[in-house]
């Protein structure tokens, strides 16, 4: 069987820019590069982790979205935080978001370039495209 591999893109001038991707999709996985709760109908970052967090997890979930997926086909989540002080903000917005089997999940506390960031979600889907999942109610 041969994997067809494709890019999901935004349109980001920083894409371009910074030489990635949004989402690669290979063949049933898909990709998705560390992802900042940035509000593109404001153009800024809340200062509010929690809200960093979902917004995070929006831009993730329409990128599964162009792949055909949700997510409920994410296997593996890395989260980024400026501060521990910030780990229970974005754990709860993930214990929301997360059904069983849920993700395996890595957290960092490290630094941003842009001091604005405070949170940043990566992740890893298995889409298994014509199978059926459990929960999904087929």
């Known amino acids: 069987?041969?994997?067809?591999?494709?890019?999901?893109?935004?349109?980001?001038?920083?894409?371009?820019?910074?030489?990635?991707?949004?989402?690669?999709v290979d063949g049933e996985w898909v990709f998705v590069s560390g992802t900042a709760g940035f509000d593109p109908a404001t153009g800024?970052?809340?200062?509010?982790?929690?809200?960093?967090?979902?917004?995070?997890l929006g831009q993730i979930s329409d990128a599964l979205a162009k792949a055909g997926g949700t997510l409920a086909d994410i296997v593996r989540?890395?989260?980024?935080?400026?501060?521990?002080?910030?780990?229970?903000?974005?754990?709860?917005?993930?214990?929301?978001?997360f059904?069983?089997?849920?993700?395996?999940?890595?957290?960092?506390?490290?630094?941003?370039?842009?001091?604005?960031?405070?949170?940043?979600i990566e992740a890893t889907a298995l889409i298994r495209r014509g199978t059926h999942r459990a929960g999904d109610g087929q």
């Not at 849920?102 to 604005?116: Q, S």
């Open 99 to 120: 059904s069983d089997p849920r993700p395996t999940n890595t957290t960092i506390i490290c630094g941003f370039a842009d001091p604005e960031i405070l949170v940043e």
């Open 1 to 24: 069987m041969t994997s067809e591999r494709w890019a999901i893109t935004t349109g980001s001038r920083f894409e371009k820019l910074a030489g990635y991707s949004r989402a690669v």
């Open 77 to 97: 989540v890395r989260v980024y935080l400026s501060d521990a002080a910030h780990v229970m903000a974005a754990s709860g917005v993930l214990g929301a978001a």
């Open 44 to 56: 800024k970052f809340p200062a509010d982790p929690e809200a960093q967090a979902r917004l995070s």
